[in-house]
């Protein structure tokens, strides 16, 4: 079993910047986030193996956004920049029971509880 706790979520304005956190407890193999606005569906936003040397983005973050994981904490990163109202959602942490990393949410048994993020206009 694995278990994600999310932090870092908030408010900020537009052109501004975040950095969510997920600590997992548990083995961990590739990790993603995802994210969900209101009466909407959940959406990929990042991926990463379970090395660390392959990273996926969504177009629409491709550029703005980073994900990072350290093995050593059993922890993975999503730096978010230049942030857009659009950002706005409910963002999840995910592990998935596979090395590599996939972008299809049904490869991910595992979930944290959600933080959200809202950015101002």
């Known amino acids: 079993q694995v278990q994600l706790v999310e932090s870092g979520g908030g408010l900020v304005q537009a052109g501004g910047s975040l950095t969510l956190s997920c600590a997992a407890s548990?083995?961990?193999?590739?990790m993603g986030w995802f994210r969900q606005a209101p009466g909407k569906e959940r959406e990929f936003v990042a991926a990463?193996?379970?090395?660390?040397?392959?990273?996926y983005y969504a177009e629409s973050v491709k550029g703005r956004f980073t994900i990072s994981r350290d093995n050593a904490k059993n922890t993975v990163s999503l730096q978010m920049n230049s942030l857009k109202p659009e950002d706005t959602a409910i963002y999840y942490c995910?592990?998935?029971?596979?090395?590599?990393?996939?972008?299809?949410?049904?490869?991910?048994?595992?979930w944290g509880q959600g933080t959200q993020v809202t950015v101002s206009s």
């Open positions: 995910a592990a998935a029971s596979t090395l590599y990393a996939s972008m299809n949410l049904y490869e991910y048994p595992y």
């Open positions: 548990g083995r961990t193999y590739a």
């Open positions: 990463i193996s379970r090395s660390g040397g392959a990273t």
